[in-house]
């Protein structure tokens, strides 16, 4: 047996070059959908919160309403931890290409009927118990998709390069967003915000959009097989005489690998805060709070989205030479010491500081962003690697960043200070900083070899 697992392994590692790139190829690309329909989905609704609150809310203040629709995004990823470890356990049980087929699925249906809902006008209170519920739906869904995306991936990319080929992911976040807000810019410029038409129906279109993209996607990530290194553990387990699907990933995670999963977890909450920050909380932070033209602010948004996928990319390769916890720890210690005065040039209302400012903190951003993922699965050996990853990834956004936009208002709101919500994004990044250097460096090691090295 011990034959046959070796065999099955170099059957992939000695296939030409050629077919090698083609497979990994085909990982990321369906990677890169299924997590851009996700974001995709999660931009729209940003960009489109003000409406989506007039549409299910009933209220006479425009930043209530806005509130309510983001209090709804927040309550949404509540779900998001019990979904990571019910995805995630399936994910180190039954194979990651079984679960990414089957999460988004269930993600498209959801994102579909979103865009079908009544308003409050309509049915009253149902419709936002509705909407409530499918953006759980949805919410409970995704939280395997980034996780099983990023797994997916690495398990099949050189080690030497796995940061780069990782890094796909996060470039497909900002892909979705970038797209949403080019759709939510048209949508502005061509009907205008207040008029009928986009009140009524051009915000559902990026929902409808989910359904045939889900598709898409699904059809692609039935013509993979699982990746060479979870296949590798399951000949492994077979050989001890075992069964993989008696595993117990979440119950190994928090018995064996507790130290592991919490500061992986600390790790985690500087990109929760500062990807919805940075990326989808300025828009309205400029619009509602600081009272900045809407256009403009899109247009920043924009800018920061196409400089976000380029450095993701180059963050990710960077890593792949001077390792992972070097990168985090220079941008969690860039954001203690640059988010206030980032800020305050922010306050000046002047379109090039603006400009500025925002694009410091995404490039702050892109440091940390272009290295979380593989620093993640380099974190957990391959039977909790899913699990570990999904849970620790979506208890820091289920905590921190669904709950962003809503309480960087909230903040604002009660003191009456523009900066608040730059002091809260400080004390999460400082939290972040005292984990990244308790991290081990992992980098460019074999996955297969994690929990040894450990």
């Known amino acids: ?164 080929y990782v890094s796909a992911v996060p470039a497909s976040t900002a892909t979705g967003l970038l797209v949403a807000t080019i759709f939510a810019t048209f949508m502005f410029g061509v009907f205008g915000a207040e008029s009928e038409f986009v009140q009524n129906w051009g915000w559902r279109i990026p929902f409808w959009c989910a359904l045939p993209l889900g598709y898409i996607t699904h059809y692609i990530r039935t013509k993979l097989s699982d990746s060479p290194v979870y296949e590798t553990m399951m000949d492994a387990v077979e050989e001890a005489g075992g069964d993989v699907k008696d595993n117990t990933p979440v119950r190994t995670l928090l018995t064996k690998h507790t130290k592991v999963a919490l500061i992986a977890f600390g790790t985690c909450v500087l990109n929760a805060i500062g990807f919805y920050a940075v990326l989808t909380f300025m828009p309205t932070y400029l619009t509602s709070v600081l009272e900045y033209d809407a256009a403009q602010a899109t247009t920043i948004t924009n800018i920061l989205l196409v400089v976000y996928i380029i450095c993701i990319f180059l963050s990710g390769k960077i890593s792949d030479a001077v390792g992972r916890k070097k990168m985090m720890i220079i941008a969690a210690a860039g954001f203690v010491i640059l988010t206030v005065p980032m800020f305050m040039l922010m306050g000046t209302r002047s379109f090039v500081l603006i400009l500025l400012a925002e694009l410091v903190m995404n490039v702050l951003l892109t440091i940390n962003d272009g290295t979380l993922a593989s620093y993640l699965t380099e974190m957990f050996p391959t039977d909790v690697r899913f699990t570990g990853f999904a849970f620790v990834f979506n208890c820091a956004n289920a905590f921190f960043g669904g709950s962003c936009s809503f309480i960087s208002l909230a903040l604002v709101n009660a003191t009456g200070n523009e900066l608040a919500p730059a002091f809260y994004i400080i004390a999460i990044a400082a939290i972040a900083l005292v984990c990244m250097i308790l991290t081990p460096e992992h980098s460019n090691i074999d996955l297969r070899d994690v929990e040894r090295v450990a």
């Open 1 to 164: 047996m011990a034959e046959e697992t070796v065999q099955k392994h170099v059957s992939f590692d000695s296939i030409s070059e050629t077919e090698k790139q083609a497979a990994v190829r085909k990982v990321v690309v369906s990677s890169f959908l299924g997590n851009f329909i996700e974001w995709f989905d999660y931009g729209s609704y940003s960009y489109f919160a003000a409406i989506i609150g007039v549409v299910f809310f009933p209220a006479d203040d425009p930043l209530v309403t806005t509130m309510n629709a983001f209090a709804v995004f927040a309550l949404s990823f509540l779900v998001r931890p019990i979904g990571a470890m019910f995805w995630g356990n399936l994910g180190d049980k039954k194979g990651r290409k079984w679960t990414l087929q089957t999460t988004i699925l269930i993600v498209s249906v959801a994102t579909f009927l979103i865009g079908c809902l009544p308003g409050y006008s309509t049915i009253g209170i149902g419709a936002v118990v509705l909407l409530l519920l499918l953006r759980m739906t949805q919410s409970f869904s995704v939280s395997g998709e980034y996780a099983g995306a990023s797994t997916f991936i690495a398990e099949y990319a050189p080690k030497e390069k796995r940061g780069f």
